[in-house]
């Protein structure tokens, strides 16, 4: 996950002229935020599919969809699996009634269960409907224009510059390790050696590591405040973001959709669209 | 900072004072938190040791600059590659920053009485199942979500058919080493930190 994770903190904001990156971060923040927590609230395999579809067909829009994509397939993916295999398969999840396929082996029953693969199925693509709805929301954001929105809502400034300086220092710091390892590797470092020496190798790597950055924070500081960090006044934003007309009606379009899913939990619960399915608390 | 009137330039010798040093300390615990998964990668470590930092910054800096690195660290994780839900991660990175200033405090956090540490770390592991567990529930629905401990889960569920157990006992396997390596490598690293570095401000 890590070089991923890695690349996709590195490269931060994709410059793209699309629908996606003129909508307001706010707006995006917004979308992000409802669509995870009505995917949350339902326990219904139609909605977060169709949820799934629109932030995917966003993705598309903003053309980010391969970003979204890798990342599926490395955080969810092999947590779709061993659900499917541990939780749908013959297991004991204890709500497992309804076989999909079975076969006897020496007397026992082994196969994939209806109601666990469902329940697998809602809880992974949950995760990757809040994943996708995050990365669109983060990578479609120009880094200056989140500062200003985390200004604008009120967060303390300070906040605001530990988050952009953490994403900055990312990659700052893994470009730091990979030196710091290949002078360790250089000097005797193995990488392929039992548990414990490998478990011993992280000190080497971490007390440069730890230090240097240590180092840079005296350094970081002085400049910060040779630029008024701590100065009591109020600051100033390079940028100013403002909610458009696009803005207006995507967020009068999540109004409206949050109006019919309210309907839909009145009228129909909590599952309202599958039939023949329970719904399962987690734990059972 | 030295403000000179009049025709010298506004110049900085040092930070104002430790506040800023803790303030530019905590995105540099979070993403040492980030990077230490870089490593635990190179090396191939069945661990995720990703709090190692949070408790390094409560050693070396206070409790709420660890608090407040482990708790930005999530929410960076949470805003780019975790998806929301994954925010709640952060309350562990709170405990943790909290366990290890009460333990540190006690004087069991220190590379020169080993076997308190080797203590305070399997504490901190055991302790940690609760919320971990918690938020597994709420946000994963109790699968699993790590190969490492998957066969682990896998065996438990089969034998009591029960998945809140089978997460607790794979947590338990998990937590307890992962807490216990991040806390002898927090305590060598602090320990190894020069005197000149101190990011604690002197008493009064």
Not at chain 1, 28 to 43: D, E, T
Not at chain 1, 167 to 176: H, R, S, V
Not at chain 2, 23 to 33: K, M, R, T
């Amino acid at each position: 996950m890590s070089n991923t994770a890695f690349g996709i903190l590195r490269s931060g904001y994709v410059a793209r002229d699309t629908f996606v990156h003129r909508l307001d971060g706010r707006t995006k923040f917004l979308f992000f935020l409802w669509i995870s927590l009505f995917n949350y609230i339902f326990y219904d395999l139609y909605v977060t599919i169709v949820s799934f579809a629109l932030v995917m067909f966003l993705a598309f829009v903003a053309r980010i969809q391969r970003f979204a994509t890798t990342v599926l397939v490395i955080i969810v993916l092999p947590i779709v699996l061993l659900g499917l295999g541990i939780i749908g398969g013959p297991f004991g999840f204890v709500h497992n009634k309804t076989a999909i396929a079975a076969v006897q082996v020496f007397g026992y029953t082994v196969g994939i269960y209806l109601e666990g693969t469902v329940y697998v199925s809602v809880w992974t693509s949950r995760l990757a409907v809040t994943i996708t709805a995050a990365l669109l929301a983060y990578v479609t954001t120009h880094p200056s224009d989140l500062a200003a929105i985390m200004l604008k809502s009120r967060l303390p400034y300070k906040f605001a510059y530990a988050f952009l300086a953490t994403i900055q220092l990312i990659p700052i710091l893994t470009n730091e390790i990979t030196t710091i390892y290949q002078a360790q590797v250089s000097r005797g470092l193995n990488v392929q050696a039992k548990l414990i020496d490998r478990f011993k190798s992280i000190i080497v790597l971490m007390i440069p590591l730890t230090l240097g950055a240590i180092n840079q924070t005296q350094i970081r500081a002085i400049a910060l405040e040779s630029r008024g960090f701590s100065a009591p006044v109020k600051k100033v934003m390079l940028r100013d973001p403002k909610l458009k007309a696009s803005d207006y009606a995507f967020i009068s379009l999540m109004a409206a959709m949050t109006c019919v899913f309210i309907y839909l939990i009145w009228t129909r619960g909590l599952v309202p669209f599958m039939v023949g399915i329970e719904y399962v608390r987690p734990g059972g | 900072m030295t403000s000179a009137k009049g025709t010298k330039p506004t110049t900085v010798e040092r930070p104002a004072g430790f506040a800023i040093l803790q303030i530019v300390l905590i995105p540099v615990i979070a993403a040492l938190n980030y990077v230490t998964g870089v490593i635990v990668n190179i090396l191939k470590l069945p661990l995720f040791l990703d709090t190692w930092a949070t408790m390094f910054g409560t050693i070396v800096a206070g409790l709420w600059v660890g608090a407040a690195g482990g708790f930005l660290y999530n929410i960076i994780m949470a805003f780019t590659l975790w998806g929301l839900p994954a925010w709640v991660w952060g309350f562990i990175n709170i405990y943790i920053a909290i366990i290890t200033w009460v333990f540190w405090r006690i004087g069991w956090v220190s590379v020169k009485s080993p076997v308190k540490l080797v203590a305070a770390g399997i504490i901190v592991g055991v302790t940690n199942v609760i919320p971990v567990t918690a938020i597994s529930w709420g946000v994963f629905g109790l699968m699993p979500t790590y190969a490492g401990t998957a066969p682990i889960y896998a065996a438990v569920l089969a034998s009591t058919g029960d998945i809140l157990t089978a997460s607790v006992v794979s947590s338990i396997v998990a937590e307890i080493p992962d807490k216990l390596i991040s806390l002898i490598l927090a305590a060598v690293v602090a320990s190894r930190m020069p005197a000149r570095f101190t990011l604690r401000p002197p008493k009064a």
